[in-house]
């Protein structure tokens, strides 16, 4: 099973996740880093600008996709194809 890192950012600031959590299944990735969103989203709940904001999914050999906080802001990205 592949470890996947789900780091979050707005293009200035980052979240590193040093953790990972396993898995391969595309629909799970997604899944996680909604996941992953609404977390952070809970944890400062005083901040409110999340747009912009997108979890970039990494496993051992580079990223694999990009999943922006709120899906209207810009496409998914996924290398390998879609999502």
Same mark, same amino acid.
């Given at each position: 099973?592949t470890?996947?890192?789900?780091?979050?950012t707005?293009?200035?600031?980052l979240i590193?996740?040093r953790?990972?959590?396993?898995?391969?299944?595309?629909? +799970?990735? $997604? /899944? !996680? &880093?909604?996941?992953?969103? +609404?977390? $952070? /989203? !809970? &944890?400062?709940?005083?901040?409110?600008?999340?747009?912009?904001?997108?979890?970039?999914?990494?496993?051992?050999?580079?990223?694999?996709?990009?999943?922006?906080?709120?899906?209207?802001?810009?496409?998914l990205r996924?290398?390998?194809?879609?999502?």
């Amino acid at each position: 099973m592949t470890v996947h890192y789900f780091h979050c950012t707005d293009g200035v600031d980052l979240i590193i996740d040093r953790t990972g959590r396993d898995g391969s299944n595309t629909g +799970d990735l $997604l /899944r !996680r &880093a909604r996941d992953v969103a +609404d977390e $952070l /989203r !809970r &944890a400062v709940p005083t901040f409110h600008e999340w747009q912009g904001w997108s979890v970039h999914v990494y496993d051992e050999r580079g990223e694999v996709a990009i999943v922006p906080f709120d899906p209207k802001d810009a496409p998914l990205r996924h290398k390998g194809g879609a999502l």
